[in-house]
């Protein structure tokens, strides 16, 4: 219990000093993983929606390989994109080992199964019933996928939810394709799990502490948006 007060006082140290080496980790940490997440989103989003809203000859089957890859060990996500741009490797020439970008596709790779997957079963609870609202009503295409996404609102907000969770705690693929480069590719995971092995368990505590303190504001940024987004839905509805 020592170490994790001593952690918890470190914490608020190295928030309130500004340490430079820890807020550099956390600023890559935030830019790798929003950019993956917005990536991931722009495919995985209207993948699911797709899937959603049609049938096909081998849906069932590339439904159970999204669902497996839901569940996918970040580390062989990291070796096989390691393998794919490593020198010998189908792109090595493009030389993106140990740099951010192989760490955003690592991520990436990561998390359209899990916004995939979640906008299918979204999608899939409201798509025959608002399809029918919207023939009653005489919508076209264009409105009819308009109020199919406002009725997806809270499907899709725990689909990125969940994306940017997978992004922001992940270790084991980024430090496989990223190496823990300090000042270049280090990470708020990778950098406790240096920690840890150079025995330094208080600091690690801190940055830990600081990494859920990061995940909370974020979560509260996009919850805080997601309800006024629904309450002005609903206050429009009241007046209509």
């Known amino acids: 219990m020592d170490m994790v007060a001593e952690g918890f006082r470190e914490a608020l140290g190295l928030i309130f000093k500004l340490d430079a080496e820890v807020f550099q980790v956390v600023l890559l940490s935030l830019q790798v993983s929003l950019c993956s997440l917005l990536a991931a989103g722009a495919i995985g989003i209207p993948l699911g929606i797709f899937l959603a809203r049609h049938e096909f000859i081998g849906k069932h089957i590339l439904m159970r390989f999204i669902y497996t890859l839901m569940g996918m060990p970040p580390v062989l996500c990291g070796l096989l994109v390691y393998i794919l741009f490593m020198r010998r490797g189908p792109l090595g020439s493009l030389k993106l080992n140990y740099t951010v970008t192989v760490m955003v596709i690592a991520q990436v790779l990561l998390m359209i199964p899990i916004l995939t997957g979640l906008t299918v079963n979204a999608a899939r609870e409201k798509e025959q019933r608002i399809t029918m609202l919207a023939r009653t009503l005489g919508a076209g295409r264009w ?12 499907g899709l907000f725990t689909a990125v939810i969940s994306g940017f969770s997978r992004g922001i705690s992940e270790v084991g693929a980024v430090m496989i394709v990223g190496g823990n480069i300090e000042g270049k590719t280090r990470v708020m995971t990778t950098y406790i799990s240096q920690l840890k092995g150079m025995g330094d368990f208080e600091q690690a505590i801190a940055v830990g502490l600081i990494l859920l303190i990061l995940s909370f504001a974020v979560n ?21």
Do not use: H, I, P
């Open 143 to 154: 409105r009819t996928m308009g109020l199919f996404l406002s009725e997806l609102r809270a």
């Open 220 to 240: 509260t940024v996009l919850y805080q948006f997601q309800y006024d987004k629904g309450a002005r839905q609903r206050r429009r509805e009241g007046k209509a």
